[in-house]
């Protein structure tokens, strides 16, 4: 089940304006270029913002999300005609040969259920062609990212057209192991409605994600680090062999 953000219209609305700087996804422009990829498989693509940028080069994107309300505000959005837009997740995909799949941002920490990450892996590498590779990120766990999730770390109010100047801030609710659950809450101007979002991502250690990607059958080519946040997160770039 999708979080609250992604999943109810009136926030899934938000998400675009309360995070108008996606710089972090021009690395995987970058990669895209890099890799030569002609056709690529964005994997929880949320409100289609990678999907689209990939559009706009000419790239053939597909675009698998399960949370309809963001899927619903990507496909409103100009030239979302040119995108291939799936509802569901990687588990469920038809058959495809994309050259690159990915999971940006928080998507691949938001599959902590053990077994959903390895049927996605499987999917994953099911719809690449040979020479294929999954590319994704994930947090650093030594760098305990969560300790400044706190109301008074993550509070902002941002004006949204149409809207108002909306409330959030994040708070940390649990740490369960590799398990890190928080609550964001937003605070809406015109009728004083106050929403909550609860988000559990798991932090996996590198060693296991590398014996992940083995065990599915990538090769591991590479773990880069994130120019966004240099030196607290690991990108990790796997291919799917030619034979």
Not at 19 to 36: I, N
Not at 185 to 209: C, H, K, M, N, W
Request: charged share 30%; net charge negative; hydrophobic share 40%.
């Amino acid at each position: 089940m999708a979080d609250e953000c992604f999943g109810d219209p009136r926030l899934a609305a938000l998400y675009d304006p309360l995070d108008p700087d996606r710089s972090d996804l021009d690395a995987y422009l970058r990669m895209a270029a890099e890799f030569g990829a002609r056709r690529v498989l964005d994997i929880g693509c949320g409100t289609g913002v990678f999907a689209l940028l990939l559009a706009d080069r000419g790239i053939e994107a597909v675009g698998v999300e399960p949370a309809r309300a963001s899927l619903d505000v990507a496909r409103a959005k100009p030239g979302a005609a040119r995108v291939r837009w799936i509802d569901g997740d990687a588990t469920t995909l038809p058959p495809l040969r994309v050259d690159l799949a990915t999971m940006t941002a928080n998507v691949a920490q938001a599959i902590a259920d053990p077994d959903l990450w390895h049927r996605t892996l499987r999917g994953a590498r099911a719809a690449l062609r040979p020479g294929g590779r999954l590319v994704f990120e994930t947090r650093d766990p030594a760098r305990r990212a969560w300790e400044k999730w706190t109301r008074e770390e993550s509070f902002a109010g941002t004006d949204v057209p149409g809207v108002g100047t909306v409330e959030t801030w994040h708070r940390l609710s649990a740490v369960d192991g590799p398990l890190v659950t928080f609550r964001t809450t937003y605070v809406f101007p015109a009728d004083g409605a106050v929403l909550t979002s609860d988000s559990t991502l798991r932090f996996r250690e590198r060693q296991e994600i590398e014996a992940d990607l083995a065990g599915h059958g990538y090769e591991l080519e590479e773990i880069r680090d994130a120019p966004d946040r240099p030196g607290r997160e690991f990108v990790f770039v796997a291919r799917r062999p030619d034979a």
